[in-house]
């Protein structure tokens, strides 16, 4: 399995521009996780899904922010309109089930100027 | 709300010292307790997980160890290289807040040769 592909790698885009991040989860994963790394606020959940279906949103900074999960190998977070507050790294995640190992991908570092 | 606290922030140890980092969290009803490492501008990788019906794991020269009474557990590295030199982050999977995992802050070990 080539595990979690997130893309793009590094985004760079205009405030108030919609960005779209990418991932697709490995194949038998049930659970995938977004998360944001910043220095000021270390690693923070965004949202997670249990096959398919959106199970805490909790950590999605604001309605800036929305994730979709159509199908089990394919998630999107977007951003819309982003600000440079929004500048980090997102990473996608997936595991077997919520307590098992997470499998992180390389992650998309996004700046907003 | 949900806290891990993780010290130190970072440690410097000479080549095949041992090194120690342990986090405390709040929720008694958490019951899984991974740790990851992130080398520089890569994704964190778990290296090791524990359960809360086992005290300690080791693996090779990792090991963690848990005291569910204190709240508390710790990775241990023994016979470190200076390719364990990364930032080691502990977890908490927080059942008293959505089944959440939550990261600690952070530590930056520095092996030194």
């Known amino acids: 399995d080539a595990g979690v592909i997130q893309s793009p790698r590094h985004e760079v885009t205009e405030m108030g521009q919609e960005v779209t991040l990418r991932c697709k989860p490995i194949?038998?994963?049930?659970?995938l996780f977004w998360y944001r790394q910043t220095m000021m606020r270390g690693l923070e959940l965004l949202i997670y899904?249990?096959?398919?279906?959106?199970?805490?949103d909790s950590g999605m900074p604001e309605d800036r922010f929305s994730a979709k999960m159509p199908n089990a190998s394919f998630s999107t977070l977007k951003i819309q309109p982003s600000e440079p507050r929004d500048s980090a790294v997102y990473f996608c995640?997936?595991?077997?089930?919520?307590?098992?190992?997470?499998?992180f991908g390389s992650g998309t570092r996004l700046t907003v100027v | 709300g949900e806290n891990v606290e993780q010290h130190p922030s970072t440690l410097s140890v000479q080549e095949g010292d041992s090194a120690v980092i342990k986090c405390t969290y709040s929720?008694?009803?958490?019951?899984?307790f991974p740790w990851y490492k992130q080398e520089l501008g890569k994704r964190p990788q778990l290296i090791i997980d524990?359960?809360?019906?086992?005290g300690e794991k080791k693996d090779q020269r990792i090991a963690v160890t848990l005291n569910k009474t204190a709240k508390h557990f710790s990775l241990h590295i023994t016979e470190t290289q200076p390719e364990d030199s990364a930032v080691y982050f502990c977890?908490?999977?927080?059942?008293?807040?959505?089944?959440?995992?939550?990261f600690g802050a952070g530590t930056i070990l520095r092996v030194k040769s």
């Open positions: 995640a997936s595991s077997q089930g919520i307590d098992y190992g997470y499998t």
């Open positions: 194949s038998g994963h049930d659970y």
């Open positions: 899904f249990n096959n398919n279906v959106p199970i805490d």
């Open positions: 929720d008694s009803a958490s019951n899984y």
């Open positions: 524990i359960r809360s019906n086992v």
């Open positions: 977890a908490v999977l927080h059942m008293e807040y959505g089944n959440k995992l939550v």
